[in-house]
Structure formats: structure tokens, C-alpha cells
């Protein structure tokens, strides 16, 4: 399989999660969550790991994970994808074009090693890359003028975008390089992508891929975390 490498943005303030500690920092079943979050991905493979941090962040060096030999740390921008991008330019070296990337967030402490090989396994010959995602099971409204229901949209069609989100380093590395000369602002990579014209693929993964986003989401992948762990009965590898 082609080279890949794996980048982490994690130069967010967590300002809907709220406090002074920036959510990756949050304790979670004994450790921070970028720790679990690392934890996973270094389990994959052997690629490297580039981790965009906020350029004022002290809470990272502090972090015994900080010194592992395949992680590298980059300062990241003010959004997620200036954060992405700049990680990019790090490797830009060392990555070929065709080279995989893999982007995963860093507040997704409970992703499946096995469902990011699954991800890697299923998108090996594909042009462009994609997406772990889930299927809409809510019915969705669609809302305009404050309150007011518009419209029930047609939720057979429709999925949740979840990471990590492949795609080949120069596509990713010049789609977004393209966001920042037409000044709009991508709310992941995939949305990048598409706007070239692209087609990425969906890869169905799991509901407890959750996203750390407010406070009462640490207690849910707490949970989440321990239900994995026995689920596993002792094999040593969350899949």
C-alpha cells in the first residue's frame, strides 16, 4: 500500500465545550483525551503522526506522549482546516503525491483501530479518498427564520461525516490550499474536496465514534470507553 502519514489538529480553544482547560486536555478514564486519541491511531500502523497544536499551548509538551518518536508537532491556525494544511506543509519533503493522509479529530477518542484499517482497506485503490460515516437514523428538519420548520428532508440520503477522512496528500494538500485563495472555510476535508469537483466515498463506521463537543459528552465516551473495554474481553485491540 502506498505510504501514509496521519495529522491530528488539535489547535482548538474548545470554546462551545467551555472552561479554561481546552477539552483535548480533559481528564477521561485516566487520561487526557488527546492521549486516548493518540493511543488509537498509533495502534494503526506505523505511520507518522503530525499533531497541529494552538502556537501558545503549554498543556501539550507536558504530556509523556509528547516525546514519542512518531509523533511530530507543528503549530496549527486559527480553524481546523489552516491547522490541517499547515501540517501538510510539514511533510510536504517527505510525502508523494499519491500518498494516503489520514486526518482524524482529536476530540474522536473512541474510534475503532479496526475501523480506521477497515477505512485504510476499503479506499486503497480509489482515486480520490473519503470518509468514515454513519447514516442518518433521526428524522431531520430543516429550519428557517428562527424557529420555523421549512422542510423534512429525505434522510435516506443523508450520513454524518465522522474521521478520520483519507485522501491523497497532493489532492488534500491543494484542495485546501485552494479554500484559503477563494477565502471560504471547510468544515472538514471532504468538503474541500468536493468543491474541486471531487467524488469521495463513504465508509460506514460506528455511532460511538463520538465527537467531544460539550461538557456531558466526557461522560457519555467515558462510558462508551468501558463498554468497549469489555466488549473486547481481554484481547488487548479495541476493534
Known amino acids: 500500500m502506498t505510504d501514509s502519514w496521519i495529522v491530528v489538529p488539535a489547535a482548538g480553544t474548545g470554546s462551545r465545550f467551555g472552561g479554561v482547560i481546552p477539552k483535548q486536555y480533559q481528564s477521561l478514564a485516566g487520561k487526557t483525551v488527546i492521549e486516548h486519541t493518540l493511543a488509537r491511531l498509533l495502534s494503526v500502523n506505523d505511520a507518522v503522526v503530525v499533531v497541529a497544536v494552538h502556537p501558545e499551548d503549554t ?4 504530556l509523556p506522549v509528547f516525546d514519542h518518536p512518531r509523533i511530530r508537532t507543528v503549530h496549527g491556525g486559527r480553524e481546523r482546516a489552516d491547522s490541517v494544511r499547515l501540517a501538510l506543509e510539514c511533510l510536504s519533503r517527505e510525502a508523494h503525491t499519491d500518498d494516503w493522509v489520514l486526518v482524524h479529530d ?3 477518542p473512541c474510534v475503532r483501530v479496526a475501523e480506521v484499517r477497515h477505512l485504510m482497506a476499503t479506499l486503497k485503490d480509489h482515486k480520490v479518498g473519503g470518509v468514515l460515516a454513519v447514516p442518518v437514523s433521526d428524522t431531520v428538519k430543516r429550519v428557517d427564520r428562527g424557529d420555523d420548520i421549512a422542510a423534512t428532508e429525505d434522510r435516506s440520503r443523508l450520513w454524518l461525516a465522522q474521521t478520520p477522512q483519507m485522501f491523497r496528500y497532493g489532492l488534500l494538500n491543494w484542495s485546501l490550499k485552494t479554500a484559503v485563495r477563494q477565502q471560504w472555510q471547510p468544515t472538514d476535508e471532504s468538503a474541500a474536496v468536493e468543491r474541486l469537483g471531487h467524488v469521495p466515498q ?23 470507553l468501558r463498554f ?3 466488549s473486547e474481553n481481554g484481547r488487548g485491540q479495541l476493534d
Open 106 to 108: 482529536v476530540a474522536r
Open 59 to 62: 498543556h501539550w509538551p507536558r
Open 202 to 224: 463513504v465508509v460506514e463506521g460506528s455511532r460511538d465514534n463520538i465527537k467531544i463537543t460539550r461538557r456531558e459528552d466526557l461522560a457519555i465516551a467515558e462510558a462508551i
Open 228 to 230: 468497549q473495554r469489555e
